[in-house]
């Protein structure tokens, strides 16, 4: 019976891809942070290379997820939720979307303006998408940094919203992303 009250969810899919995407995020912009500031050295460049990967395999990830999302439509929000909260849900989820996207690419620009070729797992070479341009790379580093704290802003809001749903609002909106605190099955 708990089932059939159960309000619909996320696939596991979606779930699954949801916190692969959000851990590599978070692992990507911490390592960003930690070692943009480091002296250039053998474990810098090297860390670099980790960073860049991360960031193929999020934005490769995040590819998926849209494609599923295209044919798996997430479940609607609570019907009590006010319009300006809807509309706010859905412009952040779509803004985190675009960023999860772009961050990767502002990257790989950045690297290949400043003439630093991204090879995938040290194995995969990926195709510059600019000729070699000191100032542009300085630029896109910047434009790659402000949205990289855009985003943090966004993930931000993003999760003080889905706990202020759970503690209260006392919906199901995280239980849907993590389905152990469904409340309808304790």
Request: aromatic share 10%.
């Amino acid at each position: 019976m708990a089932l059939a009250s159960r309000a619909i969810g996320y696939t596991r899919t979606a779930i699954a891809l949801h916190w692969v995407v959000a851990l590599g995020i978070f692992g990507a912009f911490s390592l960003g942070l930690y070692m943009h500031e480091l002296p250039l050295s053998p474990t810098k460049l090297k860390l670099y290379s980790y960073h860049k990967w991360a960031g193929v395999t999020i934005f490769l990830l995040m590819l998926a997820r849209l494609a599923w999302r295209a044919t798996h439509p997430a479940p609607p929000l609570p019907g009590h939720m006010p319009r300006w909260q809807r509309l706010a849900a859905h412009s952040i989820h779509h803004l985190l979307y675009l960023l999860i996207l772009a961050i990767p690419l502002t990257g790989w620009l950045m690297s290949s303006a400043k003439g630093f070729q991204t090879v995938w797992f040290g194995v995969l070479p990926l195709p510059d998408l600019l000729d070699k341009n000191k100032e542009l790379g300085e630029t896109l580093a910047e434009v790659h940094e402000a949205l990289n704290f855009g985003m943090a802003a966004l993930v931000i809001a993003h999760v003080g919203a889905a706990v202020k749903h759970h503690l209260v609002d006392r919906d199901d909106v995280l239980a849907r992303m993590l389905p152990f605190l469904n409340r309808a099955a304790q």
